[in-house]
């Protein structure tokens, strides 16, 4: 197929006809829990655009919410799916197992943080996965409850429900939530008091698990290194290697859900390797596969093989296609420099979105690292989240063939998730876009 050409057109209105139709078709055939950030449905995508059924060719600035890493259809991608299509979709790694799987599993455990010795499990999805490394925890401790935090996304299975802290949309009208989930303080260095230093914020949170919880009952503690929905929270210093040394103290299983800011989104394979942490298990999916859904447990092994056979799997977890479509992912990432590529882009955004800061006292925070970058609005001359303008904004971009996500606890954050694809003039195109929303809003 011809390589899609990395220019934003406008052939029509955004949504267009076709959407427009299309979309029609999906509010009477697909439950209206199911929504869709932009009503544009996707023709074709690669680099860092997406081509919609009316032929407009948008800037992608969320990578389908920090997947598509390394771009869409990734060319080494596709031929592993291909080839992997055409020798067998499915045998169930539990009956008859398949290289790919083991593949998988060997590069997690060498990619991960640590030297020690790890194994893997793989899922299908971020929720199950997180599922799956609390039952590995608890199985290994003998504990039950679990501390998660404040701006938590964890998934929206049920006790990933109750790992996560926004109520709207995520929790809403679902409950009873699974029991023995507590939720501590974390490190949020725009919104924290500036006495709260990384390690004062550690203090505050080891409080709540001491005299709230107690060592004694306390299973895991699963945070993402930087947190996504909640709003793209970098913690500052200090905080993470203190949670993690008294996790350690305690025999408490430190879990790093690593589903956003995990494979090289970062500028890092791991996020938890810009604080200097190695986690006890680390939760992957989204960029593990370039687009195909899979996702994995890595950990040390004493805790990993504390399972009993049987007691951690599923039908499709780790499908040999998924699995295909990871290890050219990791050939993509590894060749193709895309760790560097990731620390470009932060240097890029970062100088614009600096540099708007300055202009427009709008913007009270801009942070993230590698391709995970936030701008937080506010009222002007506050700290007072601003969701109404975060929204204008983005849905100004959207108008103009951009597509940027929104995020954060008080839904005042504009996220930007660029494919590492994506080319330079693309990206300032893409960032001139959003400036000019913000002007406009
Ligand atoms: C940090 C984090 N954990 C877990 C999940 C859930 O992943 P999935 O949607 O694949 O179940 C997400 C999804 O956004 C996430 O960002």
């Not at 006495?195 to 699963?222: P, T």
Request: with cysteine; proline share 5%; net charge negative.
């Amino acid at each position: 197929m011809a390589e899609l050409e990395q220019r934003r057109v406008l052939r029509t209105a955004i949504p267009g006809p076709r959407s427009i139709e299309l979309m029609t078709r999906k509010l009477s055939a697909v439950a209206s829990g199911v929504g869709t950030t932009m009503p544009v449905f996707a023709a074709q995508a690669g680099g860092g655009v997406v081509v919609d059924v009316d032929g407009n060719s948008l800037i992608d600035l969320g990578s389908g919410i920090a997947v598509t890493t390394i771009g869409n259809a990734d060319p080494r991608v596709v031929a592993a799916v291909r080839d992997q299509v055409e020798l067998f979709t499915h045998t169930c790694f539990m009956i008859t197992p398949y290289e790919g799987y083991v593949a998988v599993a060997e590069h997690l455990n060498e990619l991960t943080p640590g030297d020690h010795a790890k194994r893997s499990a793989l899922f299908n999805s971020g929720a199950e996965a997180v599922e799956n490394a609390i039952k590995i925890a608890r199985v290994a401790t003998k504990k039950q409850a679990v501390v998660a935090f404040d701006h938590a996304y964890h998934g929206r299975t049920n006790l990933a429900m109750a790992l996560t802290a926004k109520n709207m949309p995520y929790k809403h009208g679902f409950g009873p939530f699974a029991p023995e989930v507590y939720r501590a303080p974390t490190s949020y260095p725009y919104r924290d008091d500036k006495l709260v230093d990384g390690e004062r914020a550690a203090a505050r949170a080891i409080e709540v698990m001491d005299k709230q919880v107690g060592a004694d009952n306390l299973a895991a503690v699963i945070i993402e290194p930087i947190q996504g929905e909640g709003g793209f929270i970098v913690p500052a210093d200090g905080f993470l290697p203190a949670v993690v040394d008294w996790c350690r103290a305690n025999n408490v299983v430190f879990i790093a859900d690593e589903v956003q800011s995990g494979f090289a989104r970062t500028g890092a394979w791991f996020a938890c390797e810009h604080f200097g942490i190695v986690p006890d298990l680390i939760v992957t999916a989204k960029g593990i596969a370039g687009g195909l859904p899979l996702a994995g447990v890595t950990g040390r092994q004493e805790l990993m093989d504390a399972a009993h056979p049987g007691g951690l799997g599923g039908t499709y977890g780790g499908n040999p296609v998924a699995c295909a479509a990871a290890l050219g992912a990791i050939e993509t990432i590894k060749s193709d420099g895309l760790l560097q590529r990731a620390r470009d882009i932060e240097r890029t955004m970062l100088t614009r979105l600096h540099r708007m800061q300055g202009e427009d006292n709008r913007i009270g925070d801009v942070r993230g690292k590698g391709a995970m970058i936030a701008v937080e609005l506010v009222h002007r001359d506050s700290s007072d989240p601003d969701p109404a303008l975060t929204k204008a904004v983005a849905a100004t971009a959207h108008a103009q063939g951009v597509i940027v996500l929104t995020c954060g606890t008080f839904g005042n954050v504009l996220r930007l998730l660029p494919p590492l694809a994506i080319g330079d003039d693309l990206l300032n195109e893409g960032l001139d876009v959003l400036e000019s929303a913000l002007r406009a809003s």
